[in-house]
């Protein structure tokens, strides 16, 4: 069976860094690593991830709420949240923005493969 693709959209390398071998540890395949909401969409454009794990606080113009919402609607890629904002306007546009899953950080890894494979399953329904 084809391992699942993820695309990781995170401003912090550290924290990318991290994720990209945790996803990988839990049997899933990273297809790419961007740090602004631009590069992410026109990545998932010319890479089609099956998920996005997506961080809020993002480098350049768009933060990860808007890139989310465009991903969602121009090219129904489902987006997983993975973020330490929990500020109520914050969780507020998460919410309207329909994401397939939260998580906050710090992570662990159970969680986040519950997280990922549920939205996978979720994604299959749709």
Do not use: C, Q, W
Not at 43 to 56: F, G, T
């Amino acid at each position: 069976m084809k391992k699942a693709t993820v695309l990781i959209v995170e401003d912090d390398k550290d924290v990318a860094y991290i994720m990209t071998h945790t996803v990988n540890r839990l049997g899933f395949s990273v297809v790419g690593n961007e740090d602004t909401g631009e590069r992410a969409i026109k990545v998932a454009e010319e890479l089609k991830p099956d998920i996005v794990l997506m961080d809020i606080k993002l480098n350049g113009e768009m933060d990860g709420i808007e890139t989310a919402e465009k991903l969602g609607r121009d090219y129904k890629i489902p987006v997983i949240y993975i973020t330490a904002m929990t500020d109520d306007k914050t969780l507020e546009r998460i919410a309207a923005s329909a994401p397939y899953g939260f998580i906050l950080k710090p992570f662990r890894d159970e969680e986040l493969r519950a997280v990922i494979e549920i939205a996978l399953d979720a994604r299959a329904s749709r």
